[in-house]
C-alpha cells in the first residue's frame, strides 16, 4: 500500500517562509499527479496547486499565485511546497495527494495525514 508521509510544518511569523515536503513509499505512483490542498477550520480541502510527471504546473489558486512554489522529484517520489510572503490567512492544515486518472476514472488516489501551518500576526 502506498502512504504519503508529510513534514515540514509549524509556527512562523507573518511575512517567513516555510518548506512542505511530502513522501511516498511504495511503487506504481510514477505517472500520477502530485497535489497540495489545505483545509481550514469547519471547511472541508481546497485544492492549491497541482503538478504533473513532467514537472509542469498545472495552476495555482489566486490566493497562492507569487508566493506558493510547487515541485517534484520523481526519483525521490516525493513532491514540496515552498511558502513565501506568508500571511495569518494561511494558517490551516495542508495535505499532499497524489492521483491518477484515466478518461475520467480514478486509476489511483492516496493522501498524506496532514500538518499544521500557523502563522502569527
Known amino acids: 500500500q502506498v502512504q504519503l508521509v508529510e513534514s515540514g510544518g509549524g509556527l512562523v511569523q507573518a511575512g517567513g517562509s516555510l518548506r512542505l515536503s511530502c513522501v511516498a513509499s511504495?511503487?506504481?505512483?510514477?505517472?500520477?499527479?502530485w497535489a497540495w490542498y489545505r483545509q481550514f477550520p469547519g471547511n472541508g480541502r481546497e485544492l492549491l496547486a497541482d503538478?504533473?510527471?513532467?514537472?509542469?504546473?498545472?495552476y495555482y489558486i489566486d490566493s497562492v499565485k507569487g508566493r506558493f512554489t510547487i515541485s517534484r522529484d520523481n526519483a525521490k517520489n516525493a513532491v514540496y511546497l515552498q511558502m513565501d510572503s506568508l500571511k495569518p490567512e494561511d494558517t490551516a492544515v495542508y495535505y499532499c495527494?497524489?492521483?491518477?486518472?484515466?478518461?475520467?476514472?480514478?486509476?489511483?488516489?492516496?493522501w498524506g495525514q496532514g500538518i499544521q501551518v500557523t502563522v502569527s500576526s
Open positions: 495527494r497524489s492521483y491518477y486518472s484515466l478518461r475520467g476514472s480514478l486509476q489511483s488516489n492516496y
Open positions: 511504495g511503487s506504481g505512483i510514477e505517472r500520477n499527479v
Open positions: 503538478i504533473v510527471r513532467s514537472g509542469r504546473t498545472e
